[in-house]
Structures are given as C-alpha cells and as structure tokens.
C-alpha cells in the first residue's frame, strides 16, 4: 500500500468529522493553541497538512501557515476551506519537498511521521524539517508510544479499539517495526468497510535520535497538547525538538 493510494479522493471526502472525533473542539483547541504559542509570532510549516484541519484554525488565529502534502485530493478538499493565498500548499512528500521561505516552526500531528515507512525516511523528514527553520525555530511531533507490551508472546494482532459501528485492530511486523492499522465499520447489514494504513512505529528514543542527526535538542516531552506529564504509562507524546540558535 502507498501512501497515495491510501489518502485518494474517498479517503479525502470521509476524512473529515466536524465537531467528533480528531476535529472535535477538546481535541483541536488544545492543539492550535500550543502551536499558535510554539510559532511566537512567525511562520508555521505543516508536513502532510491533509485537510487543513489544523492549519485552518492555526491561520484563523493569525499564524501564517504553509503546507506540504503528498495526497492531491486532500488539497482539493483543503481548498473548500481555504484558498492558495490564505494556506499555500507544495505538494509532495514531507520528507524532500522544499516550501519557500524559512519558519518558526515545523510541526508534524497525529502520528503522520509513521506513514514514511522506513528509517531513512522519517530521518530524511526531520532533516527536511532542519532546513526550512530559522536558527532557534522548532519542530513538534505528535506520536503514539507503540504498545508492544499488550502483546502476547507469539501474538500478531491486536484490538485497540470496539466500539458501536467499529473495531479498530493493529498487526505487527516487530522485526522491522511495522505495524498495519486495520480499521473495519459496519452497521445493520452482514457486511463491513476495511480501511487499512500501513506505519512503521518509532520509539521515543529512536526519535529523539533521529532529531540529534539532524541537529535538533529535544526541548520538552509532554503526553499530550494540553502539557500534561509524560509517563512510562502514557500512550502518545507531543515532543518539541529545537534546532540551537
């Protein structure tokens, strides 16, 4: 499965959820407001901006936003929000596409850095990430901590998720840190929708590695937008990683 495959013009029609889910307000009014605090009155890049579900509000709160992203039609449905003057968009992949100018801030949410598939790759991003910040700027991941230990010995499956309508279930390749996100909804009927999305997971220290290649310190690890203490027990992080200045 490639990526272009998987974010095509379906996959952009029923991407977005307004008010529920990744788009409702508990969930997206944490993240623009750190972002917005993070840019500090500069230019913010986007790697794989999607929809503009962050980049919308972060530009509606005064922050110039450009993108990057791989999927055309997302752009198409980013431009029933926002025109090319308002978020500029280069489309390409995050990992070598270059936008004009230089940032503040790079910022890279919701797991997104797991669609490059292998190492050389999601270093590649965070070096990409280098290149377009001025001295000092900032580059911000939001991840999920691969929860390995919920799996048995021998096992290669896992639900992470059952719910009315839909069951969530990840299977694991962990000799090369691959993981495959199954996700099945259904209804009344005998039949269900699979989407699946293919990742490769990274360990917090594996990319706190990765931003040392590329020349970044890590600057803070919280569990989530809000600022909240990372623990051994926490399931995703939002980590800052600064280039020195």
Sequence with gaps: MRQEEIWDAETAQRYDTPGTGMFAPEVLGPTVDRLAALAGGGRALEFAVGTGRVAVPLAERGVPVT????????????????????????????????????????????????????????????????????????????????????????????????????IGLDTYDVLHQQVVSHHFHFGESREARLGRSPHRYIWPAELDLMGQLAGFELESRHADWSGAEFTAESRSHVSVYRLPG
């Excluded at 292998?118 to 991840?143: K, M, S, T, W, Y």
């Design 67 to 166: 993108g990057i992203e791989l999927s055309a039609p997302m752009v198409a449905k980013l431009r029933t929000k926002a025109d090319e003057a308002t978020i500029p968009v280069v489309v390409g992949d995050m990992a070598t596409a270059t936008a004009p100018g230089d940032y503040t801030l790079v910022y890279l949410v919701y797991n997104t850095i797991s669609n490059l598939l292998d190492q050389a790759e999601q270093v590649a991003c965070f070096r990409n990430a280098a290149r377009h910040l001025r001295p000092g700027g900032r580059f911000v991941i939001e991840l999920w901590v691969p929860e390995l230990r919920k799996l048995p010995p021998g096992q290669q499956a896992m639900v992470w998720c059952a719910e009315p309508g839909y």
